[in-house]
């Protein structure tokens, strides 16, 4: 089955969104998302100017030595841009290997190894009572993990806290919007939330909670210990994890579960983290760590230490990767959970789909491949838009912080 062409699409359905179509001599195509939020346009030029001319008359069943060869071959290796597009290349062609065998992309990869695939919600308050309130919503609605956020008291934005109470977007300017920063008000409204939290909700379901890398290690050690009553799924991004070793400081102190990676793009950004247990569960997801492919290697290592994963699922990341992620989920033996923002009416009128929520789990469905695909006629109808992540400055000072 050879390449015969390979196009991106940049779109903008409510938010930005890279997608990269292979088209066959078959005529099969498939599809892989390539969206790095705040940063689209760099993946959609690696991709267009630098991977695409590399592909053309390639066997696409040749999925491994094509993902070699963009990445050896690339000289200046790992990185956010090179390991997306890496990522869209990769998960185009798997999906493209499922469809040339008629089979839902999971069965390729091993087959079932659950009935579904456990999600978390993202319900997020201005305050802890409406925090709660939006927590028991999503107990309402089936979800049996939840992700809580909220605002923090003295504090004008922070992360987590989104605009409506279904979707969150964080790029949301054409320049980077500032956040305020206060760790002191953080650490002292965080173990009240998840207090009210289990008061109201009990403990039946699995609470979630994401630092968003804005402490240090001593700080999010503190924070782990404050928890460990309220018994939560995870503590995510406890702290910035380029020094992985830094973890090993949380672990002394704390037994709430951590869980980091959605911004890692090789096996080598958690080698450390897994190989010494210092996390419980590794984030990393189809669309950023070099697809498939490259999730594998690292959702193997992670077995080895009984490490589960965990993958990113956010709005940013286009439902041609929670397609993709799904299957995976569906076959990975030492699965977690999955995250699951919704997307927007739009973007899934963009993204037909196959999968289905149903009483808090996902399905990925029996569709051909990963099942997702993009009507490029409505796509053109929203073209770009810049936007931006946020950055934050500590409120005191205004030193440039985490976000
Ligand atoms: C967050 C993301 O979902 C999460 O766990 O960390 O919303 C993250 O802020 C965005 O993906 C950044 O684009
Ligand atoms: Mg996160």
């Given at each position: 089955m050879k390449i015969t062409n390979a196009r991106v699409i940049v779109c903008s359905p409510g938010r930005n969104f890279v997608t990269l179509k292979i088209e066959t001599d078959e005529g099969l195509t498939g599809i892989g998302d390539a969206t790095l939020n705040g940063r689209e346009l760099s993946v959609a030029s690696y991709l267009t100017d630098h991977i695409i001319p590399c592909l053309i008359g390639r066997d696409a069943h040749q999925i491994e030595d094509i993902w070699q060869y963009l990445y050896k071959g690339a000289y200046w290796r790992r990185g956010p841009v090179t390991m997306t597009a890496i990522a869209a290349v990769d998960t185009a062609l798997w999906d493209l290997k499922a469809k040339a065998a008629g089979l839902p992309l999971y069965q390729v990869l091993g087959g079932k190894s659950r009935t579904g695939v456990m999600v978390y919600g993202h319900a997020n308050g201005t305050d802890i009572e409406h925090t709660v309130d939006e927590v028991l919503r999503y107990a309402d609605m089936g979800y049996k993990a939840i992700r809580a956020q909220s605002g923090v008291p003295g504090l004008d934005k922070v992360y987590g806290v989104g605009r409506g109470n279904l979707f969150y977007e964080p790029a949301d300017a054409d320049l980077p919007s500032e956040h305020d920063w206060s760790t002191e008000k953080y650490l002292r409204h965080t173990p009240k939330l998840f207090e009210r939290l289990r008061e109201k909700l009990g403990f039946d379901h699995h609470l979630l909670h994401d630092v968003h890398h804005r402490l240090t290690p001593i700080e999010a050690s503190r924070l782990g210990k404050s928890l460990e009553e309220h018994q939560l799924f995870w503590m995510e991004d406890a702290t910035p994890a380029e020094n992985q070793e830094s973890f090993r400081l949380i672990r002394q102190h704390t037994t709430t579960p951590l869980a980091v990676g959605e911004i890692f793009n090789s096996i080598w950004d958690c080698k450390e983290l897994i190989e010494n247990q210092l996390i419980d569960y590794i984030r990393a997801t189809v669309v950023h760590a070099g697809g498939i492919t490259h999730l594998r290697r690292i959702a193997d290592l992670a077995s080895m230490y009984q490490v589960r994963t965990g993958c990113h699922g956010a709005t940013d990341l286009s439902p041609a990767c929670m397609g993709a992620a799904l299957h995976f989920d569906l076959w990975v033996p030492n699965f977690g959970i999955q995250e699951y923002m919704r997307h927007t009416e739009e973007t899934d009128a963009v993204f037909p789909h196959a999968y289905t929520f149903d009483k808090g789990m996902l399905y990925p469905g029996d569709a051909p491949g990963h099942g997702v695909d993009i009507d490029e006629k409505l796509a053109a109808k929203y073209p770009y838009k810049r936007a931006y992540l946020p950055v934050n400055r500590?409120?005191?000072?205004?030193t440039l912080w985490n976000w």
């Amino acid at each position: 089955m050879k390449i015969t062409n390979a196009r991106v699409i940049v779109c903008s359905p409510g938010r930005n969104f890279v997608t990269l179509k292979i088209e066959t001599d078959e005529g099969l195509t498939g599809i892989g998302d390539a969206t790095l939020n705040g940063r689209e346009l760099s993946v959609a030029s690696y991709l267009t100017d630098h991977i695409i001319p590399c592909l053309i008359g390639r066997d696409a069943h040749q999925i491994e030595d094509i993902w070699q060869y963009l990445y050896k071959g690339a000289y200046w290796r790992r990185g956010p841009v090179t390991m997306t597009a890496i990522a869209a290349v990769d998960t185009a062609l798997w999906d493209l290997k499922a469809k040339a065998a008629g089979l839902p992309l999971y069965q390729v990869l091993g087959g079932k190894s659950r009935t579904g695939v456990m999600v978390y919600g993202h319900a997020n308050g201005t305050d802890i009572e409406h925090t709660v309130d939006e927590v028991l919503r999503y107990a309402d609605m089936g979800y049996k993990a939840i992700r809580a956020q909220s605002g923090v008291p003295g504090l004008d934005k922070v992360y987590g806290v989104g605009r409506g109470n279904l979707f969150y977007e964080p790029a949301d300017a054409d320049l980077p919007s500032e956040h305020d920063w206060s760790t002191e008000k953080y650490l002292r409204h965080t173990p009240k939330l998840f207090e009210r939290l289990r008061e109201k909700l009990g403990f039946d379901h699995h609470l979630l909670h994401d630092v968003h890398h804005r402490l240090t290690p001593i700080e999010a050690s503190r924070l782990g210990k404050s928890l460990e009553e309220h018994q939560l799924f995870w503590m995510e991004d406890a702290t910035p994890a380029e020094n992985q070793e830094s973890f090993r400081l949380i672990r002394q102190h704390t037994t709430t579960p951590l869980a980091v990676g959605e911004i890692f793009n090789s096996i080598w950004d958690c080698k450390e983290l897994i190989e010494n247990q210092l996390i419980d569960y590794i984030r990393a997801t189809v669309v950023h760590a070099g697809g498939i492919t490259h999730l594998r290697r690292i959702a193997d290592l992670a077995s080895m230490y009984q490490v589960r994963t965990g993958c990113h699922g956010a709005t940013d990341l286009s439902p041609a990767c929670m397609g993709a992620a799904l299957h995976f989920d569906l076959w990975v033996p030492n699965f977690g959970i999955q995250e699951y923002m919704r997307h927007t009416e739009e973007t899934d009128a963009v993204f037909p789909h196959a999968y289905t929520f149903d009483k808090g789990m996902l399905y990925p469905g029996d569709a051909p491949g990963h099942g997702v695909d993009i009507d490029e006629k409505l796509a053109a109808k929203y073209p770009y838009k810049r936007a931006y992540l946020p950055v934050n400055r500590q409120q005191h000072d205004g030193t440039l912080w985490n976000w």
